[in-house]
Structure formats: C-alpha cells, structure tokens
C-alpha cells in the first residue's frame, strides 16, 4: 500500500522557524514531525510514499534521502489550492487502496489495523472547539451519514483527525478532478472533504474510527506539548552529558556537548549543539546551538542560534544571537 503525504505547507503560526523550514521539518523529541510519521509507516508495513512537497522542498527531500527502506516519489504543488488539490498530486488511476496522513500531525493507532479495515474510514477524535475541524456524524454503526469542513454551527464534535484509508484511490481521483473541472471550491480551497462528500453521494460507505491520540504541531504552545508526550512515550537518550543533573525524559543527541547544566524534564536537544551552565526545561533545542549560562523554560531555540544569559521563554529562530 502506498501512503500520500501532505508536506507543502509553510506554517506560518510557526515563524521565525518556518522562515527556513517547512511545518513538517519542525523537531519534536529529537527529529522532524515527518520523521516520527516515517517511523509509524514503516512499522505498519507501508514503504512506498508520495509526498506532496512545495515549501522549501529541498528540506523535505534531502530528509528522505537519508533515510532507507522506502521508495519516495515527490510531486511538488505549485499553488497552495487546499488539501485535496495537494492529494490529488499523490493518487493514482487504480482501484488499488491508499493511506492519506497529514504530514503535519503525530497521530497514535493501531496503524495495521486501521489499514486492515474493508471500507473507506477516516480517523476520527472528539474535539472541544468543532468549528476548527472537518467534522462528520455517525449512525449507529459507525458510518458516516454527513461530514461538513470547519463548520459555523458544527451538528457535533467528532473531527477528522487527518488520517484517511481510501479502498480505492481511482474513485477519490476522480471525485477531487470534478471539483477542479467544476471550480468546487469551500474558503477559496479544495477540501478534501468536499471529495469525500461527492463519493458518499456515489454510494460508498465511510466508516469512523477513533484513533488513539493526536498530536497538533500547529502553534509553538502545541508544538512544545507534543515534545513532552513523545518524550514521555519513548523515554530518555541522554547522550554526551558531563557533570550535568538529568532530569528524564530528555533526548540529548549523540553528539551535542552538554556540560555543568541541569537538562529537564522535557527537553530536546540537537546535533552538534554545544550547552554549558545552565538550566533547561521544557524546551526544544535545534541543532548546533550555541547556549551558555542561560535559563530556559518553554523555549524553542533554532539551529546555529547563540543564546547566552537568563533568557526564560523565548522563540529564535535559526542564526540568531540572543543576549542578556
């Protein structure tokens, strides 16, 4: 089976480190939120994948070629018309199956399961505030009876957690190709949603199945507590640590250079990174920072950044220099 990633987006509730990365390459617990998906694929099974690439795409591209086991294809979208324009890029004329997940989201399941199931299903999680989803409804045995994207008075709270297994991508190709024929468009885009609508009203079935966790990387707030759950579930790597207080679970990259600090809990720090003398917790460290005699708590410190001083929450993006 293959799976279709969405990757071209440039996230901008993540500046300044999407300034020089796309969304997907942001790290949490120790590699990129593609990285993590790569894994959970390629435990499932899955090694054939097409990711939609746009956004500094090279990032994307020079990732995956270091990793081995799968077969990549890249197709680039060009003009960010919405998420079933970026998919149609990835699917195929055949009635073989496909997986879709967002290359933005960490999602916990059983991926061979959901990937066993017989019809169309859609992952599904209940929300708090719908209007920010695609939400569907269900009859009593679990199928989809309606779904409606980002709705004003949302019929309920089970959103479509961005993982999709589509029995048949020819027909999802070409339910997308009639919305771009017909200019369908919902806020200027074309929804996914939409696709999956017009196949409904074809007569195939959606099931909903409820994932087990998601994780959204959408904003610095979420991006941080998705480090510390991914942290918690994997554990600690504490590296090249010297004279230091660890306090688990951190991941500390092989060849970082930590000295006379205290490091947790809920740190991540990078490649190549140099840290002496301070005390850290709660941050994300990208790789070959330079940090010495700071306080960090809440932090996301970009690669190559210099960051000397009592510095508590702060942001900075990749070569920057922070003082104080």
Known sequence: MKAIIPAAGMGTRLRPHTFTRPKVMLNVAGKPIIGHIADTLMEAGIKQLSIIVGYKKERVIDYFTGIEGFQCEFPEQ?????????VLYGLEETDEPVLIILGDTIINTDYKAFISRETHTLGVVQVEDPRRFGIVETNEKGHVVSMVEKPENPPGNLAIAGLYLIRNQGLLKEAIEKLVRDQQKTRGEYQLTDALKIMMDQGEIFTAVEIDSWLDCGKQETL?????????????????????????????????????????????????????????????IYEEADIEHALLSGAIIGQKTVCKGRLKPVNLGDFSEAFE
Do not use: F, W
């Not at 060009?78 to 970026?86: I, N, Q, T």
């Not at 090249?240 to 720090?269: L, R």
């Open 224 to 284: 941080l507590e998705t480090n510390r759950l991914i942290l918690e579930q994997k554990g600690s790597r504490s590296g090249n640590a010297e004279n230091c207080t660890i306090i688990p679970p951190v991941y500390i990259a092989d060849d970082a250079s930590v000295k006379n600090s205290v490091i947790g809990p809920y740190v991540s720090i990078g490649a190549g990174t140099h840290i002496c003398g301070s005390v850290i917790r709660d941050s994300i």
């Open 78 to 86: 060009k003009e960010m018309l919405g998420l079933g324009h970026a």
